[in-house]
């Protein structure tokens, strides 16, 4: 894991890095979840969140990483893009909103209470107000750790 802050006005952000087993790339802004099957539970591998592993959640990635790839993950801080994905009907995110892993409806996105999901504490704080008709992407504060 390593933070990163080389410049006073730059944003506090960790990263961490990860492999990606999924059979598709995860592109930059997507979420990624721990992978828990038995195989390949061995602390470094994720794949993007469907469902049932969205409490899983791994952190965003900062560029695109190639399925088998290794790629570097923000886990803590802010993140420039995030994915946003739609669930049904149009859904307006607003700032401080707190969002979660749409899972299998959008892999890779998140979505908010509004667009069908329920977070008390969803891992990504919006920074921003988007209406999330297509995919969208969003500043977010990425709480991963």
Not at 63 to 91: E, H, K, N, Q
Request: charged content about 10%; overall charge positive.
């Amino acid at each position: 894991m390593n933070f990163q802050k080389l410049l006073r006005t730059d944003a506090e952000t960790g990263f961490a890095t990860w492999t990606n087993q999924d059979a598709s790339s995860i592109t930059k802004g997507m979420g990624a979840a721990i992978a828990t099957l038995a195989a390949s539970n061995t602390g470094h591998i994720v794949i993007r969140p469907v469902g049932g592993l969205e409490h899983m959640f791994a952190g965003i990635a900062n560029s695109d990483v190639a399925s088998l790839g290794v790629g570097r993950f923000i886990t803590w801080g802010y993140a420039a893009s995030v994915l946003m994905g739609r669930r049904g009907t149009s859904v307006t995110v607003t700032t401080s909103d707190q969002v979660g892993a749409c899972g299998a409806n959008s892999r890779g996105g998140f979505g908010s209470a509004g667009g069908g999901l329920t977070h008390l504490y969803g891992p990504v704080l919006s920074l921003e107000t988007v209406t999330v008709s297509t995919t969208t992407y969003m500043k977010g504060w990425v709480r991963a750790m």
